[in-house]
């Protein structure tokens, strides 16, 4: 039963995409739709599908929406607070990284 639970959840390996995850953010900074668009560079219509696919993939309702506005749920907002965690240790995977090539490729010796 428990398993049941945690895979309709999506916490057995849901399938979002960093995409989802950017766009996400993006709605609830601007609680917004539309101007969340318009700063991501891609239609409302589109934005609006790939919120409502990531609340589908992770089975829980991220906004509330009312008229033209958005508000975040409880687990919208516990979301947001992961992924500002998460996406810090993003950045700083890929300056790590960039700094491991360069020290091997020789670019940099260390003392």
């Excluded at 599908?49 to 508000?71: P, Y």
Aim: aromatic share 10%.
């Amino acid at each position: 039963m428990f398993l049941v639970s945690i895979c309709r959840l999506g916490i057995l390996e849901p399938a979002v995409e960093l995409r989802h995850l950017r766009y996400f953010v993006a709605v609830a900074e601007m609680e917004n739709v539309s101007r969340a668009a318009l700063k991501l560079h891609v239609s409302q219509p589109t934005l609006s599908t790939q919120i409502r696919d990531l609340e589908d993939e992770l089975g829980f309702t991220l906004f509330e929406r009312t008229g033209k506005s958005v508000r975040l749920t409880d687990m919208g907002f516990l979301l947001r607070s992961l992924l500002f965690h998460f996406f810090i240790m993003h950045r700083a995977m890929g300056v790590y990284l960039r700094l491991v090539i360069l020290i091997l490729d020789g670019a940099m010796c260390l003392r």
